[in-house]
């Protein structure tokens, strides 16, 4: 079994806020009602005074205002699904995991369009609440463990915040250039290892410039 990350590894972007400002610009109110707030949380997150996984969850919050929720998200990948990497469709399994921090709602599409297994971080759209722990970072290895799944055979991520999962694979791989490169991953020698708790203490990064 192959397991894969997904934002910055397989597909080239963040999907999360790719699919936020394409909601924002079919629903403008957005851009005043939602927008500050994000912005607000994010000098908050810099500063300390909110987690990583609250900032999160205040930012999926945008899934509780878009009601045509089930239209908009087909929409996105109907245009968004031909940006998925080349290097992973020339070589995709049936028994592929895809493993992200991104909600259900958004991977789960894409990854029955691909016909391969995934798994997400459970946000309720309703009550805008997590159902289970952020899939990031050492959870994405618990997860693993927890399930019992067969040996991995190889892992590919953008971050090396998913190291604690690249150490469950026989083999990792390093994604870079917005899902073009595929290197080995790094040794982790203390250098490196300083580079993982910045990763996986600072969390992910947000960039706001997406295509429609």
Same mark, same amino acid.
């Given at each position: ?6 934002? +910055? ?9 790719? !699919? ?28 300390? =005074? ?64 691909? %016909? ?31 399930? %019992? !799944? ?30 073009? /490169? ?9 250098? /490196?290892? =300083?580079?993982?708790?910045? =990763?996986?203490?600072? +969390? ?9």
């Amino acid at each position: 079994m192959n397991v894969y990350d997904f934002d +910055g590894t397989i597909f080239p972007s963040d999907c999360s806020i790719g !699919f936020c400002i394409w909601c924002m610009n079919r629903h403008p109110r957005l851009w005043f009602t939602f927008f500050p707030k994000t912005v607000r949380n994010l000098i908050l997150r810099k500063k300390g =005074k909110m987690t990583e996984a609250q900032m999160q969850r205040k930012f999926f919050g945008y899934l509780t205002l878009v009601d045509d929720f089930d239209e908009q998200i087909q929409r996105y990948w109907d245009k968004n699904e031909k940006k998925i990497a080349p290097w992973y469709l020339a070589q995709k399994r049936p028994d592929d995991l895809i493993i992200s921090a991104s909600p259900t709602c958004i991977i789960e599409p894409i990854a029955k369009r691909l %016909g391969v297994q995934f798994m997400a971080t459970e946000f309720d759209r309703e009550y805008g609440i997590y159902l289970n722990n952020m899939m990031y970072a050492k959870e994405k290895a618990k997860y693993i463990i927890d399930q %019992g !799944f067969p040996m991995i055979e190889n892992f590919y991520s953008d971050s090396l915040a998913d190291t604690p999962l690249a150490l469950c694979a026989e083999k990792a791989h390093l994604v870079k250039d917005k899902a073009s /490169t595929v290197v080995d991953w790094p040794a982790l020698d203390a250098e /490196t290892m =300083k580079k993982v708790k910045r =990763k996986i203490d600072t +969390g992910w990064n947000i960039h706001l410039k997406e295509e429609e």
